[in-house]
C-alpha cells in the first residue's frame, strides 16, 4: 500500500473520530445542563438517549457520529424503536416520554449547528384513556374517607389526596413540596387580597402556580411540626408506594384501576363539569395545550345527556317556579355535583 494511500486513511480515521468526538461533546454538555436541575432527571435523559441509539444504531452513544444520526429515517424509529418498546410492554406514555428525550438531544445538536432531523422522531402513537381514568366526585370524596382511616400515614395520605386534586400538580413535584420554598404569598390583581400560592417546578421544569384558599393551607398547617417537607413520611424514599397500595385497595373497592395520577385526572374531569371552561381546566394541568387537556375530558356516553338531546326536547322553562324554596334547595343538596357546580361557578362570579 502506498504512503499516500495510508495518510489518507489515517486521515478519514481521524475525521471519523473526530465527529465522534463532536456528538459526545455535546451529549456530555446536553446531560451536564439537566444534571444542574436535577441529576435523576440527567440519568433518566441519559438512559433513554442510550437505549434509542442501541435499537436504531446498534451502536453505544460514544461511537455515534453525526452521520449516522442522519441516517435515521422515520420508518427506523417506528420499526426498530417504537415497535419494539411497545412489544416489551412500554406504555406509549412511556413511549412518548423516551422520545421527548430524544428529542432533547436533536434540539441540542441543531443548535451547535448539526443537521439532524427531529422530524424522523415524530411518530403517532395511540392515546391510552385509560391512564387518565378519573373519579366521580362521590368517588372523590368515598377515596378522601377512606384515606383518612388508613392505618399508616392517615393524616398525610389524606392531605395529599386533596393536595394532588385541589393543585393539578404531578406526583413528584408534591412530594417534594417543602414549607420554606413552594409556600408564597402574592396579590390578587382583582380583590388586592393576599393569596396562598403553591408554587412548583413541574414537568419540564416549568414553575407551576395553584393558589389555594386560606382554610385548605391551615388544614396543611396540621402536618407542620418544623420538618423540612410537607409530606415528610410519604416523601421518603419510595414511601409514596404506601400511598398507592392504599389508592389500589381502594380502586378494588369501587372496581376502578387507578393510581397517584387519577387524581390529576379527576381535578381536570371535575374542574370541567364544573366550569365548563376548558382554558381554566389547562391552566389547572398545567398543560402547554389545550390538545393535552381534552384527553382528560371524556365524551358523554349517555344519550340523554348529550347536548343534542337536550337542545332539541322542548324544556319546560316553568318547572323551576313550581318549586319552593325548600324543594329546590332539596334537589340541589341531594346531587352533590349539581351543588358543588353552583357553589364553584358562585365562587368564580363573586371573585369577578
Known amino acids: 500500500m502506498s504512503a499516500l494511500a495510508v495518510e489518507q486513511i489515517r486521515h478519514e480515521g481521524n475525521v471519523h473520530q473526530l465527529r465522534s468526538m463532536d456528538v459526545q461533546e455535546v451529549y456530555e454538555a446536553f446531560l451536564s445542563s439537566h444534571h444542574r436541575n436535577s441529576p435523576r432527571t440527567a440519568e433518566e435523559y441519559d438512559s433513554r438517549v442510550k437505549e434509542f441509539f442501541q435499537l436504531t444504531l446498534r451502536k453505544d452513544i460514544k461511537f455515534v457520529t453525526v452521520e449516522d444520526i442522519k441516517s435515521i429515517k422515520n420508518a427506523d424509529v417506528q420499526l426498530k424503536f417504537v415497535d419494539v418498546l411497545l412489544e ?3 406504555k406509549t406514555g412511556t413511549v412518548r416520554t423516551k422520545l421527548h428525550s430524544v ?3 436533536y434540539d441540542d445538536l441543531l443548535k451547535n449547528e448539526y443537521e439532524v432531523n427531529p422530524m424522523a422522531l415524530k411518530v403517532k402513537l395511540k392515546v391510552e384513556t385509560k391512564h387518565h381514568e378519573a373519579l366521580s366526585l362521590k368517588e372523590y370524596f368515598e377515596l378522601l374517607e377512606f384515606m383518612a382511616k388508613e392505618k399508616s400515614d392517615m393524616l398525610e395520605k ?6 394532588l386534586y385541589h393543585t393539578g400538580q404531578r406526583k413528584t413535584a408534591t ?7 413552594n409556600f408564597i404569598q402574592k396579590k390578587d390583581s382583582e380583590t388586592g387580597e393576599m393569596i396562598w400560592i403553591i408554587k412548583v417546578k413541574d414537568k419540564g421544569q416549568k414553575w407551576k402556580e395553584a393558589p389555594i384558599s386560606d382554610d385548605f393551607y391551615n388544614e396543611l398547617q396540621q402536618l407542620n411540626n418544623g420538618q423540612e417537607n410537607v409530606f415528610a413520611e410519604l416523601s421518603k424514599k419510595n414511601a409514596y408506594k404506601r400511598y398507592e397500595n392504599s389508592m389500589k385497595k381502594f380502586g378494588k373497592i369501587i372496581a376502578k384501576s387507578i393510581s397517584i395520577h387519577t387524581m390529576k385526572a379527576t381535578a381536570i374531569t371535575i374542574g370541567y363539569m364544573m366550569t365548563k371552561d376548558i382554558n381554566l381546566c389547562k391552566q389547572l394541568g398545567g398543560h402547554s395545550s389545550i390538545a393535552t387537556t381534552e ?9 340523554v345527556k348529550q347536548i343534542s338531546y337536550n337542545m332539541s326536547r322542548k324544556i319546560d322553562e316553568d318547572a323551576l317556579e313550581s ?3 325548600r324543594e329546590l334547595l332539596d334537589l340541589i343538596n341531594a346531587n352533590k355535583d349539581i351543588k358543588m357546580q353552583l357553589l364553584t361557578r358562585l365562587g368564580i362570579s363573586l371573585a369577578s
Not at 389524606?158 to 393536595?163: A, M, P, R, V
Not at 384527553?295 to 344519550?303: A, L, P
Open 175 to 181: 412530594l417534594s413540596m417543602t414549607w420554606k420554598e
Open 103 to 105: 428529542k432533547s438531544f
Open 295 to 303: 384527553i382528560y375530558i371524556k365524551e358523554e356516553k349517555s344519550y
Open 323 to 325: 318549586l319552593s324554596n
Open 88 to 90: 416489551r410492554g412500554n
Open 158 to 163: 389524606y392531605l395529599l389526596s386533596k393536595t
